[in-house]
């Protein structure tokens, strides 16, 4: 955990770091995102941000959700760099067999699965009017943790909720982003895809876990 920490920090740091050479031509943001996780893997599922199925327990669906800051810095009239962390939690369906004591089939559901990162980012944008731009850079994802949540409703009723521990701890990540500011609010929609298959080198052998995120943020000036 203190590895992971100290990488949080230092891919922080290089991200902020031609943001703060020159802080009083930068604006500041705190924010707000909703976010869905788009697995590309027939096992997998996407949750909504928030939903209602009278088929599952809790009935209520909540998924994905964070917070961040965020620094834009102008260089020219028609450019500017933006970097930004986020804390963030999403949320996406898993497939789950139950096995017996030889290992065979005896059934199968659907589990929510949570993971918890810290995403950075650093783009550069381009305006396409005074209020809109695109930008494009380089991005990252650190879980934190993960974890399974199973409702074995189908056994005893009983709620099981386990600690996923077969994806790797760092997933570089490709931003593509729109964005709207004007006076002291932006909004964003920006999708980051995925470098890399999720699982470590054992089951990377032989699976393969893709997926990417479409984050909807609406962020506010600080300063």
């Not at 997933?171 to 709207?180: A, K, N, R």
Request: proline share 3%; aromatic share 14%; hydrophobic share 40%.
């Amino acid at each position: 955990m203190k590895s992971r920490c100290l990488l949080i920090l230092l891919m922080f740091s290089l991200f902020f770091h031609c943001i703060y050479a020159q802080q009083h031509e930068a604006e500041y943001f705190v924010s707000v995102n909703g976010n869905l996780y788009l697995p590309f893997n027939s096992e997998k599922g996407m949750f909504p941000i928030l939903g209602y199925d009278k088929e599952t327990k809790p009935k209520l669906l909540i998924g994905g959700f964070g917070v961040g800051l965020a620094g834009v810095k102008k260089l020219t009239e028609k450019t500017a760099f933006k970097g930004q962390v986020n804390i963030s939690r999403s949320v996406y369906w898993e497939s789950f067999l139950f096995t017996n004591n030889v290992a065979q089939v005896t059934g199968q559901a659907m589990a929510s699965s949570t993971d918890y990162t810290v995403g950075l980012l650093g783009t550069f944008h381009y305006k396409l009017s005074p209020a809109f731009s695109i930008g494009t850079g380089l991005g990252a994802q650190v879980l934190i943790a993960s974890y399974l949540n199973l409702r074995e409703d189908l056994i005893d009723g009983s709620e099981y909720i386990g600690r996923n521990r077969f994806y790797k701890p760092l997933m570089p990540m490709l931003p593509i982003e729109l964005s709207y500011k004007v006076r002291k609010i932006f909004i964003n929609l920006r999708y980051e895809h995925g470098l890399m298959d999720r699982f470590k080198k054992d089951l990377a052998e032989y699976k393969t876990d893709k997926f990417g995120l479409i984050f909807f943020e609406f962020g506010i000036k600080v300063n």
